[in-house]
């Protein structure tokens, strides 16, 4: 379903038999390697048609498309394990792609190789609603997963605005408007099926176990969360699961200032209510979604709220966060308790890429993710939006305010090589200032090749030097997705 985002799914263009291997010819994929693909995942799942290869050769990013030389098609665990295998004999790059929805250029293959789609491999293999778990291959997306769920009363939040694969969250610890509430990836996957480079096959918290919690050795589920296709392909994930609360309003209100509106935010989380959403958006990114989305909201600091619970303390909450917010000088709150009102607001949130992207035609997103301890979420946004002005560029500020996280988008003309160094000069000086205020280069969209020179500051040289050491140690040949994460 990628309707939702307007991102087209990446389908396998048909090859004959006879024409896939004359096409091989024009990737640097020597033939008999080819042969030895087609063997494992039957002819229908190869593909090296430049369509294909162009497709998988880019995710959602800015990043320039660069194709790998091959696209398989994994079935199973099985043809996992072996192309691995077969990858790795032959030090032939492996990227693991799960639906492209990317935004640091996770999926481009720089070194050209092996672009191993999991996309057909959708089966949910069981759900526990008694224990709040389900298991699901690599390929299941959130929505089919929520989808399905629906009867049971359970869900799944983890909500990046794209339709991703679950496992592609897992590879990116990714999380979105619910993490207040629910938290990341990083707290909702309880166990993963992963694929060595070697062909081995092993489960991050040992097989079939699915407790909430554990004291058994090494962490080696958070290990491979956030790993981005370095260490090795996950090939199923058992995740958290959590009811879906029995009555939800959503409210907006505008505010004169970030700091009143963070502030507002704080004293929220202090009171202890239960918020599920705090979502904050400077007067560009309102502006923005009053446009494209026919809003019409103040255009000013702006809160969006969701309120979850039982309907007679929700209420109550509701007011609480209403009072709190009109000391801090708020104004305009607006309550959208009808489902199509909420539906409507969030669908603006979610959109908002393309809102802003409205506000500059023909243009290219390239979005920042930065985050820092909440305390100092106005320092660091009020110096980013200087550096905007200075540069004369559009940049609209979204926040997961509630988690000290936030966006710029800058809607880029991707022909405008001055333009494109002005924004990467203000995305790199934002990293900086939150990296100076305790803070991380990136919340949620991660390393990918955007941001390798960055971690390099954020962890230090003997950081970085452990985490190379562990890349070896699971992936000694350096064949899973070559030249990401880890500077040159
Ligand atoms: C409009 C819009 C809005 C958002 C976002 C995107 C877009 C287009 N995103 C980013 C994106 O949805 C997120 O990074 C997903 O987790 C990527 O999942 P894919 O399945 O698309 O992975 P994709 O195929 O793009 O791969 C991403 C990385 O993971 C690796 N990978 C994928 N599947 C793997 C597997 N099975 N095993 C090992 N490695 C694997 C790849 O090699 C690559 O390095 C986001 N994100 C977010 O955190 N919060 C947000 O709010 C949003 N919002
Ligand atoms: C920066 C975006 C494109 C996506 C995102 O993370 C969001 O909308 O919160
Ligand atoms: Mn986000």
């Known amino acids: 379903m990628h309707g939702q985002t307007g991102i087209e799914p990446r389908t396998l263009q048909t090859q004959?038999?006879?024409c896939w291997l004359a096409a091989a010819t024009k990737s640097k994929i020597?033939?008999?390697?080819?042969?030895?693909?087609?063997?494992?995942?039957?002819?229908e799942n190869v593909s090296t048609t430049d369509a294909v290869r162009e497709q998988h050769g880019h995710d959602e990013s800015y990043h320039t498309t660069s194709p790998p030389d091959i696209v398989a098609f994994a079935e199973s665990t099985e043809h996992v394990s072996q192309v691995a295998k077969l990858c790795n004999d032959h030090e032939v790059p492996l990227i693991p792609f799960g639906s492209g929805t990317g935004l640091e250029g996770g999926i481009n293959a720089l070194k050209g190789g092996l672009c191993l789609d999991l996309s057909k491999m959708k089966k949910i293999l069981s759900v526990h609603p008694e224990d709040f778990d389900c298991t699901v291959e690599a390929g299941v997306t959130r929505v089919t997963l929520n989808n399905y769920l629906r009867d049971t009363g359970l869900t799944f939040p983890i909500d990046p605005g794209a339709d991703a694969s679950v496992c592609g969250m897992c590879a990116t610890s990714a999380s979105g408007t619910n993490a207040v509430r629910y938290g990341t990836m990083r707290e909702n996957v309880l166990n993963m099926e992963v694929v060595l480079p070697d062909g081995r096959v092993i489960h991050t918290a040992g097989k079939g176990r699915r407790t909430k919690k554990t004291s058994a050795g090494y962490n080696l589920t958070n290990l491979f969360v956030g790993s981005e296709g370095t260490l090795?392909?996950?090939?199923?994930?058992?995740?958290?699961?959590?009811?879906?609360?029995?009555?939800?309003?959503?409210?907006?209100?505008?505010?004169?200032?970030?700091?009143?509106a963070v502030d507002s935010t704080v004293q929220i989380l202090q009171m202890g209510i239960p918020i599920a959403r705090i979502e904050f958006l400077d007067e560009v990114s309102v502006d923005a979604?009053?446009?494209?989305?026919?809003?019409?909201?103040?255009?000013?600091?702006?809160?969006?709220?969701e309120f979850t619970g039982s309907p007679d303390t929700l209420d109550k909450q509701a007011?609480?966060?209403?009072?709190?917010?009109?000391?801090?000088?708020?104004?305009?709150?607006?309550?959208?308790?009808?489902?199509e009102?909420?539906?409507?607001?969030?669908?603006a949130r979610h959109d908002i890429l393309y809102a802003c992207m409205a506000l500059n035609p023909g243009s290219k997103p390239y979005s920042t993710d930065v985050c820092v301890p909440i305390s100092n979420l106005p320092e660091v946004i009020?110096?980013?939006?200087?550096?905007?002005?200075?540069?004369?560029?559009?940049?609209?500020?979204?926040?997961?305010?509630?988690?000290?996280n936030f966006h710029v988008f800058f809607p880029t003309d991707r022909s405008n090589p001055e333009e494109v160094k002005k924004i990467s000069d203000v995305s790199v000086y934002m990293a900086q200032i939150a990296m100076e205020l305790d803070g991380t280069c990136t919340g949620e969209h991660g390393i990918g090749m955007g941001k390798r020179g960055l971690l390099q500051q954020e962890i230090g040289d003997e950081g970085m030097e452990v985490m190379k050491q562990l890349k070896s140690?699971?992936?000694?040949k350096g064949i899973m997705n070559p030249g990401k994460v880890f500077p040159e």
């Open 16 to 18: 004959t038999d006879d």
């Open 30 to 43: 020597p033939d008999r390697f080819a042969q030895a693909v087609v063997d494992i995942v039957g002819s």
């Open 232 to 260: 090795g392909i996950i090939t199923q994930a058992t995740l958290r699961l959590h009811g879906i609360p029995e009555a939800t309003i959503s409210a907006v209100c505008s505010f004169n200032t970030i700091q009143e």
């Open 289 to 305: 979604c009053n446009r494209y989305s026919k809003l019409d909201m103040k255009v000013a600091p702006s809160l969006f709220f």
């Open 319 to 339: 007011e609480v966060v209403k009072d709190i917010a009109s000391m801090n000088g708020a104004s305009e709150f607006k309550w959208a308790s009808k489902p």
């Open 341 to 347: 009102e909420r539906n409507q607001l969030w669908k």
């Open 382 to 404: 009020t110096r980013s939006k200087e550096a905007i002005q200075k540069a004369g560029v559009i940049g609209p500020i979204v926040g997961h305010v509630g988690d000290g």
């Open 473 to 476: 140690t699971f992936d000694p």
